[in-house]
């Protein structure tokens, strides 16, 4: 299964549809995942769910999504988890144990989103709880 | 700008004060720490970005705006470095829905009575209107622009990007009104062929032998008035999409003529001596059912074998009646702009009448009893006095009265019950002295459509 994230440095990147790079990792039978990066090569909603599909992407794990672009990807069979934040290991474990159903994990407004997902076990928790992970803003990193 | 220490009694400089100012902005405005966690966040961003500011203040603004600059070309860091302010600058950002809009922000640096820097504040505009006028008026749609939370328009949505990617001829069907060249136009944006040309052709409106000359062109002397060559609609679309609208009205002659550039990939100019090759995507439009004209004999069923690779049937507006609120919202937005009103929605007692009507003349006809009741509705709600008096005198048959079924009589009685209350279930339910719970399980169960909001 090959898992895609959309980063920016250590994190998730905040806007899918203006992201750059990838970070794939191909889970195969329990074996040490296979890391890579990978660019995109265009922006608008066909060449990116092409770049996807090309590259065998199961599942992709995205900050915020419009809602075109999110249709055109799952549409080819892509899971998408959607309007995630924080450093990608956390992100990653997350995923990994089942837990990024929690609010931590969400961007701002989009809690509701969470309990779409299939697993959740943040159910329980509220609104607007937590800061974020740690995705703060270095030099590198700025705000809106 | 800079924030004051203390406030005298009765002004509107305490902390308190400047949440009513700021909450009576229409524009959107936040501010941020050096940290870039928002400080404070007013009612207007509340509603642009769809996060409340329970939820926006602490956080990292670019968790909150979601634009599409953030991480890159950030407004604020830039204002924050530099110390220049940044007026109207058009970013695009990602509401809570997954919305994305345009967006003007301007930034400046916020600073205490000392001149000690605190942090930035932003302002931001939502721009969505003006670029769907601008959008309107250059027919530069997408699928971002196709409102509609119908079952069956999902699904379409779902797999346009793979129709819209490979070349194949599509066939859209759907009543006058229904958003057939929205759709066309849309495709035509969401394909490889997105930087060429669409052009589009109404069959229906022109007789075969200008029809003839406008499709592929004429050479110099072809006829009389042929002083030069003119190429046709076909060599203007070359690489691009060429949408034929109302398809269903082709003559025999030129139906004959047509399957044969679909079939050859080749047509001839009048009066050319050989033929020319095309590269064109075909996007075929119309307002009847052509596999009944097939029947029927009035349209040639080779050819519509040739269009029908991929049909797509658009629902008329009384089949889509969820997206009618949604609709309506977007024509007010977009009759404010263009007319610089101010009016508010649509008053419930006037949605029940919009909801009750059946729309022949679908999304068009709604766009114009919209910017009818703008004429007479001078601000606030528009009420139902200001609907056209054909939709409250027409003499509609009550769904009850000729029910297929069991199942559609007790929707058109439950329908009639919720329209005489306004649409209030809580109130219906009362009146029909059933528990509210069972009202929306019927409701749900018998797929009434109601106007929520």
Known sequence: MKLALSVFKECISTVFDAAEQLLILDLEDGAEPRRYTAKFNGKDPASRTNDLKDRGIDVLICGAISRPMERSITSRGITVHSFVRGPVEEVLAAYLGNRLGLAVFSLPGCRGRDLERSSCPGRRWRRGQGRGMGCRMGPSQSGG | MKAGKSAPPGSFSGAGGQNIILDSIADGVFTVDRNWRITSFNRAAEAITGVSRGEAVGQLCKDVLKADICEKNCCLRTTM???????????????????????????????????????????????????????????????????????????????????????????????????????????????????????????????????????????????????????????????????????????????????????????????????????????????????????????????????????????????????????????????????????????????????????????????????????????????????????????????????????????AFLTDALRENAWNRPQTARKLGIHKSTLYRRIKALGIVTPDR
């Open chain 2, 81 to 411: 470095k530099t110390g220049v302010p940044i007026i109207n600058k058009k970013v695009r950002i990602i509401d809570a829905q997954g919305r994305k809009f345009p967006v003007s922000i301007s930034t400046a640096l916020l600073r205490d009575d000392r001149g000690k820097l605190l942090g930035a504040v932003e302002t931001f505009r939502d721009m969505s209107v003006e670029e769907d006028l601008r959008k309107a008026v250059l027919s530069k749609y997408s699928f971002e622009d196709i409102l509609s939370k119908n079952h069956r328009l999902l699904k379409l949505f779902d797999i346009l990007p793979d129709v819209a990617a490979g070349g194949s001829t599509v066939l859209i069907e759907g009543e006058s009104g229904t958003g057939k060249e929205l759709f066309a136009r849309a495709i035509h944006n969401l394909s490889p062929r997105k930087k060429q040309p669409f052009v589009a052709v109404n069959c229906g409106a022109l007789p075969d032998t200008l029809l003839e000359s406008e499709l592929f062109g004429y050479k110099a002397g072809a006829f009389t008035d042929a002083k030069k060559d003119k190429p046709g609609r076909f060599r203007l679309a070359e690489n691009g999409t060429l949408f034929l609208d109302e398809i269903g009205e082709l003559t025999a002659a030129m139906q004959v003529k047509l399957l044969r550039v679909l079939q050859e990939k080749t047509y001839e100019p009048l009066g050319a001596t050989k033929s020319v090759e095309h590269h064109v995507r075909i996007i075929a439009a119309t307002n009847r059912n052509l596999g009944e004209l097939v029947r029927q004999g009035s349209f040639r069923e080779d050819l519509y074998y040739r269009i029908n690779v991929f049909k797509i049937v658009l629902p008329p507006l009384r089949e889509r009646m969820e997206d009618l609120p949604l609709l309506v919202d977007h024509f007010i937005r977009r009759f404010n702009t263009l007319q610089k009103k101010d009016i508010g929605a649509m008053s419930a007692e006037a949605m029940s009448v919009l909801m009750d009507y059946v729309w022949p003349g679908n999304i068009r006809e709604l766009a114009n009893v919209i910017e009818r009741a703008f004429i007479l509705c001078k601000n606030g709600l528009i009420e139902k006095r200001h609907l056209p008096e054909s939709l409250l005198t027409e003499n509609r048959e009550h769904a009850v009265n000729k029910a297929a079924s069991l199942g559609d009589a007790q929707a």
